[in-house]
T-cell receptor
Framework: AQSVSQHNHHVILSEAASLELGCNYS??????LFWYVQYPGQHLQLLLK??????LVKGIKGFEAEFIKSKFSFNLRKPSVQWSDTAEYFC?????????????FGGGTRLMVKP | KAGVTQTPRYLIKTRGQQVTLSCSPI?????VSWYQQTPGQGLQFLFE???????NKGNFPGRFSGRQFSNSRSEMNVSTLELGDSALYLC?????????????FGPGTRLLVL
């Protein structure tokens, strides 16, 4: 069965530190990849997505992610975090191999940024 | 334009009862998906509806069901509630199935089963 792994469940950083959150998925073929963010008390919202083309994608609020097909990874990065980045981050993947596949989410990573 | 709305926002039920949750998609969105979010399991896909038909279903027991109406509004029902059904239930709408870049999530309904 397809699965998505986020190895860091909780991350604590100080402001201005660099961030990298890992995301690995288990299945091959063509995939669409997403990172979602859920700020405290707010809706889940799309941070960035990769469908095809340049494997380095840029999203909102200075976030970026790199798709490395050989490693089945789509890690999220930000050079300098802010206190307002405190949130839960979810990686999600959908395989385009079969029609009717569902969006599969990782378990999430809770990021706390200390002011 | 208004976002995805879910009612009720909070619900407390006891084991064995049933519950119905409602989702109104963004105007013009015709696909509605439901997810269960728990601290241990993250977000898990429940089902997706389009044109009043269930297109896809996740790995949940038959106690979980849903439907979609002609105006694209959707409801999900959980019968014979169990303690483990306590979760945040999220609804997401998109223009059409597979249009993930247009998918927006609602605030969720937090269900507590006692």
């Amino acid at each position: 069965a397809q699965s998505v792994s986020q190895h860091n469940h909780h991350v604590i950083l100080s402001e201005a530190a660099s961030l990298e959150l890992g995301c690995n998925y288990s299945y091959g073929g063509t995939v669409n990849l997403f990172w979602y963010v859920q700020y405290p008390g707010q809706h889940l919202q799309l941070l960035l997505k990769y469908f095809s083309g340049d494997p380095l994608v840029k999203g909102i609020k200075g976030f970026e992610a790199e798709f490395i097909k050989s490693k089945f990874s789509f890690n999220l990065r930000k050079p300098s975090v802010q206190w307002s980045d405190t949130a839960e981050y979810f990686c999600a993947v959908i395989s385009l191999l079969n029609a009717g596949n569902m969006l599969t989410f990782g378990g999430g990573t809770r990021l706390m940024v200390k002011p | 334009k208004a976002g995805v709305t879910q009612t009720p926002r909070y619900l407390i039920k006891t084991r064995g009862q049933q519950v119905t949750l409602s989702c109104s998609p963004i105007s013009g969105h015709r696909s509605v998906s439901w997810y269960q979010q728990t601290p241990g399991q993250g977000l898990q896909f429940l089902f997706e509806y389009f044109s009043e038909t269930q297109r896809n279903k996740g790995n949940f027991p038959g106690r979980f069901s849903g439907r979609q109406f002609s105006n694209s509004r959707s409801e999900m029902n959980v019968s014979t509630l169990e303690l483990g059904d306590s979760a945040l239930y999220l609804c997401a709408s998109s223009l059409e199935p597979g249009a993930w870049e247009t998918q927006y999530f609602g605030p969720g309904t937090r269900l507590l089963v006692l």
